[in-house]
T-cell receptor, first 112, second 111 residues
Framework: KQEVTQIPAALSVPEGENLVLNCSFTDSAIYNLQWFRQDPGKGLTSLLLIQSSQREQTSGRLNASLDKSSGRSTLYIAASQPGDSATYLCAVFRTNAGKSTFGDGTTLTVKP | ETGVTQSPTHLIKTRGQQVTLRCSSQSGHNTVSWYQQALGQGPQFIFQYYREEENGRGNFPPRFSGLQFPNYSSELNVNALELDDSALYLC??????????FGPGTRLTVL
């Protein structure tokens, strides 16, 4: 059974800091890994998708890496801003039939 | 805005009742997935529909069922509601298993 763990559960940083969010998973037989952002009471917004054969993806100030052999992914946020405050979730997709396992998220607060 | 809409926004039911939640997919998407998200936890995959057929299911009992219509809108039906069914229900549409676009969710409270 796939298990996804995100550490830390909560993180508070001053504006401008670079930060790393961690995601670990127990079964390396994955289809892809995705990082999402969720604002309070809202749906999820897809940030980055890394295919099983890829090592990293970048979008603007965000960079996600994937190491299947160690069962780890990291989300790097450069020059954090107050608008980045949200819960960040990683999800591992096991097949192309959408069978996914989500972590419980890291709640990020960026203080002005 | 993702173009995925869900209705209703909030819903209150009592234990034992049945509920139907609706999702309208983003135009052109042929795949819809449903998730249950309890407070403070990540979403849990319920099932996925591809071209009106269920093609993947998580660890949810048969009283959770769904439909996808020819216009790719979708329904999630839950029978015999239990208190633990209280959660945010999310649908997500996509073109196959690429990037998923989530709706805002339906908050279900079971009393």
């Amino acid at each position: 059974k796939q298990e996804v763990t995100q550490i830390p559960a909560a993180l508070s940083v001053p504006e401008g800091e670079n930060l790393v969010l961690n995601c670990s998973f127990t079964d390396s037989a994955i289809y892809n890994l995705q990082w999402f952002r969720q604002d309070p009471g809202k749906g999820l917004t897809s940030l980055l998708l890394i295919q099983s054969s890829q090592r990293e993806q970048t979008s603007g100030r965000l960079n996600a890496s994937l190491d299947k052999s160690s069962g780890r992914s990291t989300l790097y946020i450069a020059a954090s801003q107050p608008g980045d405050s949200a819960t960040y979730l990683c999800a591992v997709f096991r097949t192309n039939a959408g069978k996914s396992t989500f972590g419980d998220g890291t709640t990020l607060t960026v203080k002005p | 805005e993702t173009g995925v809409t869900q209705s209703p926004t909030h819903l209150i039911k009592t234990r034992g009742q049945q509920v139907t939640l609706r999702c309208s997919s983003q135009s052109g998407h042929n795949t819809v997935s449903w998730y249950q998200q309890a407070l403070g936890q990540g979403p849990q995959f319920i099932f996925q529909y591809y071209r009106e057929e269920e093609n993947g299911r998580g660890n949810f009992p048969p009283r959770f069922s769904g439909l996808q219509f020819p216009n790719y809108s979708s329904e999630l039906n839950v029978n015999a509601l239990e208190l633990d069914d209280s959660a945010l229900y999310l649908c997500a549409s996509s073109w196959t298993i690429d990037t998923q676009y989530f709706g805002p969710g339906t908050r279900l409270t079971v009393l």
